[in-house]
T-cell receptor
């Protein structure tokens, strides 16, 4: 069974701190996407990772992909309140479908 | 800019009613998807479509049907709504791009079945 597991599922962190969200998947893929979802809203595309070793950065967020380990990470640097949201990874399995992780709910407090 | 729209943001229906959720994309995409999202369960694929009049079941198609008569419009139909279909429904569509399949989502429809 194809599985995409994120951890942690919930993350409460103080402003200014660093942390990493992990996305492990159980099938071969070198295409992975990260999305952000604000409460009550839809999913917004954050990063597209298309090869082993791919790294993308936007502001305080940096995503990377290790296809050999079947692992993607989303690193948060010096968190701010505006980053509070739920983050999803999604693995592309080459059938036009995506397999989504369960999401990581991030809460940043002062 | 890719634009995916959904007909309603919020919808309240009664048990047994027939419910139509509409999704429209304006970029001539071939593929369109319907998901539902529930707390603790993530996104689950209900149905998807590769082209006009073509449809494929996703992981949880029971209780739902779909219609795609025109390329830009993909409708999700609840034949007889039940309370366990109360959920957030998300439509998504990926642009035609070589080598990857990033999906863009509509704003979502929060459906409550009483």
């Amino acid at each position: 069974e194809l599985k995409v597991e994120q951890n942690p599922l919930f993350l409460s962190m103080q402003e200014g701190k660093n942390y990493t969200i992990y996305c492990n998947y159980s099938t071969t893929s070198d295409r992975l996407y990260w999305y952000r979802q604000d409460p009550g809203k839809s999913l917004e595309s954050l990063f597209v990772l298309l090869s082993n070793g791919a790294v993308k950065q936007e502001g305080r967020l940096m995503a990377s992909l290790d296809t050999k380990a079947r692992l993607s990470t989303l690193h948060i640097t010096a968190a701010v309140h505006d980053l509070s949201a739920t983050y999803f990874c999604a693995v592309d399995i080459y059938t036009d479908k995506l397999i989504f992780g369960t999401g990581t709910r991030l809460q940043v407090f002062p | 800019d890719v634009k995916v729209t959904q007909s309603s943001r919020y919808l309240v229906k009664r048990t047994g009613e027939k419910v139509f959720l509409e999704c429209v994309q304006d970029m001539d995409h071939e593929n369109m998807f319907w998901y539902r999202q529930d707390p603790g369960l993530g996104l689950r694929l209900i149905y998807f479509s590769y082209d006009v009049k073509m449809k494929e079941k996703g992981d949880i198609p029971e209780g739902y049907s779909v219609s795609r008569e025109k390329k830009e419009r993909f409708s999700l139909i609840l034949e007889s709504a039940s309370t366990n279909q109360t959920s957030m429904y998300l439509c998504a569509s990926p642009p035609r791009r070589e080598g990857y399949n990033e999906q863009f989502f509509g704003p979502g429809t929060r459906l409550t079945v009483l």
